[in-house]
């Protein structure tokens, strides 16, 4: 089992920064995937980004040039640096785990930061 702790949202105005950071404990040996989704007013949950144990990093379009993902491997954790924030990074911010195995799959989420871009 997988628990992920999640910090640093907040309101910002347009063209400011926040960073988030997301701590993993638990019983595990090694997470394979961090990363964060998000789920803005009225719209599905999407991925912002992820990165797994190879390092192989996955971006939406939407923050590739302004987000930043970077993981420590060994306090498992996960932050995302966000800058050039816009209204439309408005959203809950869900940290997202993978933990996989031969024959096992199993994805643990956090609780969601609210991050607030004001125009």
């Known amino acids: 089992q997988v628990q992920l702790a999640e910090s640093g949202g907040g309101l910002v105005e347009a063209g400011g920064s926040l960073r988030l950071s997301c701590a993993a404990s638990?019983?595990?040996?090694?997470?394979?995937?961090l990363g964060w989704y998000r789920q803005g007013p009225g719209k599905q949950r999407e991925l912002v980004a992820t990165?797994?144990?190879?390092?192989?990093?996955v971006y939406a379009d939407s923050v590739k040039g302004r987000f930043t993902i970077t993981r420590d491997y060994p306090k498992h954790t996960v932050d995302l640096q966000m800058n050039m924030l816009n209204p439309e990074d408005t959203a809950v911010y869900y940290c997202?785990?993978?933990?996989?195995?031969?024959?096992?799959?199993?994805?643990?989420w956090g609780q969601g930061t609210q991050v607030t871009v004001s125009s």
């Open positions: 997202y785990a993978v933990l996989a195995a031969v024959g096992y799959r199993e994805t643990f």
């Open positions: 638990g019983t595990f040996r090694r997470v394979n995937v």
């Open positions: 990165m797994s144990d190879a390092r192989s990093k």
